[in-house]
């Protein structure tokens, strides 16, 4: 009997050893992975043309392995680290422009309105070839970031390649402190207010719901285009309560990593702080990410008309990791969907009516044709209105006009809010 036991224990014994299971090959494969990585290390520490540290090539190594799977992951140094939780705060030096990286090129995601990248005439989806005449092929995204970010004051100058030109413009930027005002509003005609969002910061869902309070004191609310062209997005959180301002109820987003189990989803809060009035949403090709989410919540919800052109396609989401040592991975685990179940990421947002934008006349133009034009103002001895109310309301309605005369898809989007069915009012 103790034979038999013997034999059928050294069979066992034999066979696991000749056959090991798939842990053991796993553990094998990564030894010989970690094994080929200390040997390129060595080589390149000892062999190399000049003299370079190991915690250098360790840092390099770290950043081309994260850099190497998407656009958006990034190694972060603890510089890196500092700055990233700066711009999530909303106030940064710099020009202005959220960039992405396509096939190697530094690319314009959009422009934040009212900085100097705006005002210099940056648009979204302009290729930067050189930035203060460093080429940017092959260059990281986080090195880009660094170059273009700088002092109060300082100029830089990019050479760009717009969309639809066939010769690139060298640009010179003198960078500013970005502006954390995201909101801005304007009352299109008696009840129908313009809500443009610039970026979704720590306050703006605060700042967003504080305007439409403000117009609701004066006029009584019956439409609103949201405008979330060339909004390059932001916090996650600010654009679910940024969505949930108008949707009563249901899924806003939901986000979920290469395991199922690992599914988030973001819902409405059920109160009475909902706005419910006609809508339409205005979107462009540099409106992404957190302005994407929103938009899409809005569509599948149909909660708004989307008016426009098709967004960028940013539907991935990055978590920050902080390291030991003060630096931070910047690592993209999951996508976001929208409540029907559509992925964002490289497909974006298909507006329900496509509008494409045309240019304005050309400032020059307007101010020739105006030279020409006389109006009662204009006269000698013409006499001054008294009334300083009916003067504000005058300068209102006439900013309002030279918006909406500069501004096709904004015309389009106040005639259509006008004609949509107006909507249930809960008291």
Do not use: C
């Not at 034009?373 to 006499?383: F, I, S, W």
């Amino acid at each position: 009997m103790r034979v038999t036991l013997w034999i059928i224990t050294f069979f066992l014994l034999f066979t696991l050893s000749l056959a090991p299971g798939p842990t053991m090959a796993a553990k094998d494969t990564h030894f010989e992975a970690l094994k080929r990585f200390s040997q390129v290390l060595d080589m390149v520490e000892s062999y190399y043309v000049k003299p370079i540290s190991r915690k250098d090539l360790i840092d390099n190594s770290i950043k081309g392995m994260i850099e190497q799977l998407d656009p958006h992951s990034a190694y972060l140094t603890p510089e890196d680290y500092k700055e990233m939780q700066v711009d999530t705060a909303g106030k940064f030096s710099g020009i202005g422009i959220e960039i992405s990286q396509e096939q190697g090129r530094i690319i314009v995601v959009s422009p934040i309105e009212d900085t100097p990248a705006y005002k210099a005439g940056l648009l979204a989806g302009d290729l930067i070839l050189e930035i203060n005449r460093d080429s940017t092929q092959d260059m990281t995204l986080m090195d880009a970031v660094k170059l273009i970010r700088g002092k109060k004051g300082t100029t830089v100058n990019l050479l760009i390649m717009h969309k639809d030109s066939n010769k690139p413009v060298e640009v010179a930027i003198v960078r500013g402190t970005i502006p954390i005002v995201s909101v801005k509003s304007q009352s299109l005609e008696d009840g129908y207010l313009y809500l443009r969002l610039t970026k979704f910061h720590e306050s703006s869902t605060k700042n967003l719901r504080k305007e439409i309070a403000e117009y609701q004191k004066k006029h009584t609310l019956k439409g609103i285009v949201f405008d979330l062209r060339n909004n390059p997005g932001g916090l996650l959180g600010q654009a679910v309560s940024v969505a949930d301002t108008f949707i009563e109820d249901g899924t806003i987003v939901y986000i979920q990593g290469k395991d199922e189990a690992t599914r988030k989803d973001f819902y409405a809060a059920k109160n009475s702080n909902e706005i419910h009035v006609p809508l339409v949403t205005l979107i462009n090709a540099g409106s992404a990410s957190a302005s994407e989410i929103v938009a899409g919540a809005l569509q599948d919800h149909k909660r708004s008309l989307i008016v426009g052109e098709r967004s960028f396609g940013k539907g991935s989401v990055q978590t920050i990791i902080p390291m030991a040592d003060g630096s931070g991975i910047k690592l993209t685990t999951a996508l976001y969907y929208t409540p029907n179940g559509r992925s964002i990421q490289a497909k974006g947002i298909e507006p329900d009516l496509k509008i494409a934008f045309v240019p304005p006349i050309k400032d020059e133009d307007v101010k020739m044709r105006d030279r020409f034009t006389v109006r009662e103002k204009d006269l000698t001895r013409h006499l001054e209105n008294g009334d300083k109310s009916k003067k504000g309301a005058d300068e209102d309605a006439e900013k309002a006009k030279e918006m909406l005369e500069r501004d096709n898809q904004l015309r389009i989007a106040l005639e259509l809010v006008k004609t949509l069915p107006r909507m249930k009012q809960i008291k």
